[in-house]
């Protein structure tokens, strides 16, 4: 259990520094950093002065370990375009991501579950079929797509949601959730909407081929022989065993999410740092570039990690397979 | 393709294989229509003359390669040639007269007083541009590290495999924006448009390499232990003639399958990112950029600018996927 463990935290932290590689690479051959702070009056002296203040001429690896040492404690420098700490812009622009994603994910997780199981309960009926044929079509339309549908529709045509931003916020602490207030939750629901089809048509599709294959079993068969209701059978026995995949997969979109969150972000401008990371590209906001590029990698190593960890937790083949090989 | 088990399948007309001898006068009537009669007859054609599914998305695939290679001549106007416009043609709606200047439009024009049509023959010819070349370059890029990780193995292998495991943990079009950012940020500012298609083509396709690598590395490591291999090896062929000669061959239809579906994945992906605003120049839009430059008029009800593009976007997306979804059932020998 230790080496596996430590195998896979040192795989992670060699991830995290290819990342920060990338990260770091980004400031130095993208112009000289020093035009970018200064203006053209500054004369050749005072630059050179301040390249040395910034230890911008120490040897590639003093500074790369320097970087490395800042962005461990999330020290990105200044945003080029707004002039402000990275980590202060990204922290006014994450509970916004992290409610989007997060309602979505739930979302996604509810109706998934319920559909999924209707669809494998009531496999030939005609409202099931319908349901399959419609995930589909959902899963071709691109993203940014259904989020323009679903304006056209709801924003535009009925006029009940509204179509852009986060409507009413609230603030707790420095935390700004629009969860509290009405507006804030109908402006919510059609990104959450957006967000969340395509990992519920996943979650759906899931939870049915899973549940039609332990229906098939034989404890089911026991089950039923001893007279059990449906319900308990299907919930209480079934349902359960499919719970395992349907959780890891979850856990593994939590990180796409956040992802995805870029695209319907800016169909409904809502104000998060998928939305912040699009136009730093747009600008050329390379410290906002390079603190976005390391949160997220963090974060989805973060998460395979936790779900390779559990896996093995909960899983004893893969232990005594790799005791067997030594 | 020598396969007996689908005889009866054929259609009675063919001659039986065990008929007499034919006169020499029948075989010579035979020969010009020889290849095109077996590439009829074969289980490929067959398989795909009965589904439904697959006649028809490849029907509208055709169309729209039709339409995007011969954009300039089936289009009623080019639409980035600013003389063939009139301002005053802006907002028509689809198939009404145009207030001031009575002209008529089969899907309308944008604000610009483009016709609808014309920009989606020309836009998706960039869609497609895009989707093909980053296509290739994913294929050719994947093919040729999965075949050297999976014929040479040690080192090489795992450094690839190691690679090939990280990138898949992040979502394709992650990666293909940072790639495209990173390259903006490092080309001067002049250069920008006019490198943006090349950008973006090597940027979707280096998001896109893992799937062939892990393919192409899985046949050829089950390929490189059978007989003709070993063969080919005593007889001292060189390592890369064995690769490019032998193995390769043997492992083109799987990955033809992953190209077909990942020309749909890369269409998708380039009108996405185009939507974004980090895409293709806007002098030459795709299917994406019209979309997007539609959605900002969907508010005042001008709704075709948008929903053209887009369902050419859904339709060509969704044909692609479906051929390549009937591709992989038809190859696969398991399905037989």
């Known amino acids: ?326 | 393709m020598a396969d007996d088990t689908h005889l009866d399948h054929r259609p009675s007309s063919e001659p039986p294989i065990y008929a007499p001898k034919a006169s020499a006068a029948m075989i010579e009537a035979q020969e010009p229509a020889g290849r095109w009669r077996r590439a009829w007859d074969s289980d490929i054609a067959y398989s795909f003359r009965r589904s439904p599914v697959a006649v028809v998305s490849a029907v509208i695939t055709l169309i729209f390669f039709i339409g995007a290679l011969f954009a300039p001549w089936l289009a009623p106007q080019n639409p980035f040639d600013p003389a063939s416009l009139n301002l005053m043609n802006g907002f028509t709606p689809p198939m009404t007269d145009n207030a001031f200047t009575g002209e008529q439009f089969l899907l309308g024009t944008d604000n610009q007083g483009r016709d609808i049509l014309s920009t989606i023959l020309y836009g998706s010819r960039i869609s497609l541009l895009v989707g093909f070349a980053s296509v290739i370059f994913a294929l050719i890029l994947g093919t040729v590290l999965g075949l050297l990780a999976g014929y040479l193995g040690g080192w090489l292998d795992s450094v690839i495999m190691r690679i090939a495991d990280v990138q898949l943990s992040f979502p394709a079009i992650l990666i293909a924006l940072l790639i495209f950012g990173v390259a903006r940020a490092m080309l001067p500012r002049d250069m920008q448009n006019d490198v943006a298609i090349y950008v973006l083509i090597v940027a979707i396709g280096l998001s896109n390499w893992v799937q062939y690598a892990r393919t192409v590395r899985g046949t050829t490591m089950v390929e490189k232990n059978k007989e003709y291999v070993h063969a080919a090896r005593l007889i001292g062929l060189h390592p890369f003639k064995i690769m490019v000669r032998h193995v390769l061959p043997n492992v083109t239809g799987p990955v033809l399958v992953i190209a077909t579906i990942g020309l749909a994945l890369a269409i998708i992906t380039e009108a996405t990112l185009s939507f974004l605003g980090v895409g293709v120049p806007p002098t030459q839009p795709s299917l994406g950029t019209m979309i997007q430059v539609g959605q900002d008029y969907l508010f005042s009800g001008e709704w075709w600018i948008t929903f053209f593009p887009g369902l050419a976007l859904v339709l060509l997306a969704l044909s692609v996927n479906l051929l390549g979804d009937w591709l992989r059932d038809a190859l696969n020998p398991k399905l037989r």
């Not at chain 1, 962005?71 to 922290?91: D, K, M, T, Y």
């Not at chain 1, 079509?137 to 679903?150: A, C, K, Q, R, W």
């Not at chain 1, 009925?158 to 603030?171: C, D, K, M």
């Open chain 1, 1 to 326: 259990m230790a080496a596996f463990v430590i195998r896979r935290l040192i795989q992670s932290v060699l991830v995290m520094l290819v990342v920060a590689f990338v990260a770091f690479s980004l400031f130095n051959f993208v112009g000289d950093p020093i035009n970018n702070m200064v203006g053209q009056e500054t004369s050749l002296a005072e630059r050179e002065e301040m390249r040395q203040d910034l230890g911008l001429d120490d040897p590639f690896p003093v500074q790369f370990a320097r970087f490395v040492g800042n962005a461990v404690q999330f020290n990105f420098g200044l945003s080029f375009r707004r002039q402000a700490p990275v980590a202060e812009v990204i922290g006014e622009r994450l509970p916004a991501t992290l409610e989007l994603a997060a309602v979505s994910a739930v979302f996604a997780l509810v109706f998934g579950l319920a559909l999924g199981v209707y669809t494998a309960l009531r496999r030939d009926g005609w409202l099931a079929q319908a349901i399959m044929a419609g995930s589909l079509v959902g899963v071709s339309l691109p993203t940014f797509l259904i989020g323009i549908i679903l304006i056209w529709i709801f924003a535009v045509e009925l006029g009940w949601l509204p179509s852009f931003g986060r409507g009413e916020v609230v603030y707790i602490g420095w935390w700004s959730t629009g969860l509290l207030t009405v507006d804030g939750l109908k402006a919510l629901v059609l990104p959450a909407i957006t967000l969340g089809l395509f990992q519920l048509t996943l979650i759906m599709r899931l939870v049915r081929a899973e549940m039609l294959e332990v229906l098939r079993t034989d404890y089911i068969k026991f089950a039923r022989a001893r007279g059990l209701t449906n319900r308990v059978i299907n919930f209480g026995h079934a349902l359960k065993n499919t719970m395992v995949p349907v959780l890891t997969i979850t856990g593994l979109q939590l990180g796409s999410l956040i992802a995805f969150a870029i695209i319907t972000e800016t169909v409904f401008q809502w104000p998060g740092i998928g939305l912040l990371f699009i136009q730093s590209i747009q600008f050329v906001d390379i410290p906002v570039m390079s603190a976005y590029l390391v949160m997220i990698s963090l974060f989805f190593v973060v998460i395979n990690l936790v779900v390779d960890l559990l896996y093995y937790v909960v899983d004893p083949r893969l232990r005594v397979e790799r005791a067997a090989h030594g």
